[in-house]
């Protein structure tokens, strides 16, 4: 089994080269041994190109040698035809042996179909190998698919005391900084790596953050802020071209632009999140604010919590989240700032 294991980790390592590029399909890798020797390996690069598993066998340059082989993938290949045909005529077409696949697809659409393929002509399936890991690989797919709704990241950032921000008079405007810049570029990249980031409308009244990712390289977020009686000014910086945006209201539908206004019929997160798995968002980081975060919380739909401690003190102000769970794990980063890690499972 150990050396089944060496395989699917480097389909894992080589799946998380599709990170950001690839939803909302899941990342996947995949490499075809021959003789105890990798003849070929891939991953799925990004959303409607080659999968994984073509991708490794364009690889092999005498296709002869896929006669035998044995294919490690690090999820149930697809039966179906999408975007690309299906992966599993292809193993099957080129007669491989055997196929080791790290977790099973539970997207119904799959869901134990490749596998059944794949007996019923003979290749000799193995399963759930490094599974944790491979289903850790795509959690926001697999939570997406299972849950009916985006795997939720919570993220603050809160002084030493226990306050998010400080009171603010109507005229403050402008982000009250309790991270280093270093944490600022590492917020940045969490971001890239979301399909859409959330806020609630005082955020973007206090704050008025752009909730782009300019401080890395990476693709903008969906961003999607919650303003119930559309309050807002239009000169807000969510309404940029640079990204689309979402307004979840109770007044109106209306579509300007890259600006799309959502009516619901309550402001709270099982609806918001509703509407999102509707619209095929498999994740969804929610940066603020206080309220927003524990409304999360309360209703116990999220999956992970960031929780950013500056070495700073205000005293007075609006109190940070509470989360009454002991975090997973904690870090120090940059010159002033400690990263403590929250895992609802």
Not at 51 to 58: G, T
Not at 168 to 173: A, F
Not at 288 to 293: N, P
Request: glycine content about 6%.
């Amino acid at each position: 089994m150990e050396h089944h294991e060496i395989f699917m980790q480097r389909c894992i390592d080589l799946a998380y080269l599709g990170q950001g590029n690839v939803r909302p399909n899941p990342m996947v890798g995949c490499v075809i041994v021959k003789d105890s020797e990798i003849i070929g390996e891939g991953y799925h690069e990004v959303f409607g190109g080659l999968h994984a598993e073509i991708q490794a066998i364009n690889a092999v340059e005498d296709k002869s040698e896929l006669h035998g082989a044995t294919v490690y993938i690090s999820l149930e290949p697809c039966v179906h035809h999408g975007k690309t045909p299906p992966c599993v005529d292809a193993l099957i077409e080129n007669k491989v042996a055997t196929v080791v696949i790290g977790t099973r697809d539970t997207n119904p659409i799959v869901g134990g179909k490749g596998i059944e393929r794949l007996a019923r002509a003979g290749i000799t399936v193995i399963e759930e190998v490094l599974p944790e890991e491979c289903r850790n690989l795509n959690k926001r797919f697999f939570t997406f698919h299972e849950k009916r709704r985006p795997y939720v990241i919570l993220k603050w950032a809160q002084t030493l005391d226990g306050f998010l921000d400080k009171d603010r008079t109507m005229k403050e405007v402008g982000i009250n900084w309790i991270s280093s810049p270093e944490t600022k570029v590492l917020v940045h990249k969490w971001r890239s790596e979301e399909q859409s980031i959330l806020v609630g409308r005082n955020t973007i009244a206090n704050d008025n953050p752009s909730l782009t990712v300019r401080e890395v390289s990476g693709t903008n977020p969906l961003r999607i802020v919650i303003d119930s009686q559309l309050q807002l000014s239009k000169n807000v910086a969510i309404f940029s071209d640079d990204s689309p945006t979402l307004v979840f209201n109770r007044i109106k539908n209306e579509t300007k632009g890259n600006v799309e206004w959502i009516k619901i019929h309550e402001t709270s997160t099982k609806a918001i999140l509703d509407e999102l798995y509707k619209r095929n968002i498999q994740s969804v980081l929610v940066e603020g604010g206080s309220r927003t975060l524990q409304y999360f919380i309360i209703d116990n739909v999220w999956d992970e919590a960031r929780v950013i401690v500056g070495n700073v003190r205000f005293h007075e102000g609006v109190k940070a989240p509470v989360i009454n769970r002991v975090p997973v794990s904690s870090h120090p980063f940059g010159d002033k700032d400690t990263i403590y890690y929250y895992s609802r499972r």
